[in-house]
């Protein structure tokens, strides 16, 4: 039995990721970068691990959509907190579906 990829949580990670990159291209900014890499690269393991059980969402459900939210409300800048807040937003729905349209994983 294969596993139903959770390509929109890849999606996100390489946003993520991406965001991170930018981030240092355009301000130098190293904390952009490493954070954005490690964000991103949870979010991969996360979509990762809810490809294979659609009920494991626990490292998906991470804190970038607080912290970005934070950030958001502190500067009122879209790009890139607002961006970000609204993706994280958008997946932690989207995990919440999952989770009350999924059944129970067997093995």
Known sequence: MGADWDWVGFGYALLVSAGGVIGYLKAG??????????FGLSAAVGAYLASQNPRNVWL???????????????????????LMTLASGLM?????????????HTS
């Open 29 to 38: 900014s190293l904390t952009s970068l490493v954070s954005g890499l490690l």
């Open 60 to 82: 998906s459900m991470g804190s970038l959509a607080v912290v970005m939210g934070l950030r958001f409300l502190s500067s009122w800048k879209f790009i890139p907190a607002g």
């Open 92 to 104: 932690v729905a989207k995990i919440i579906r999952g989770i009350l349209t999924s059944r129970p």
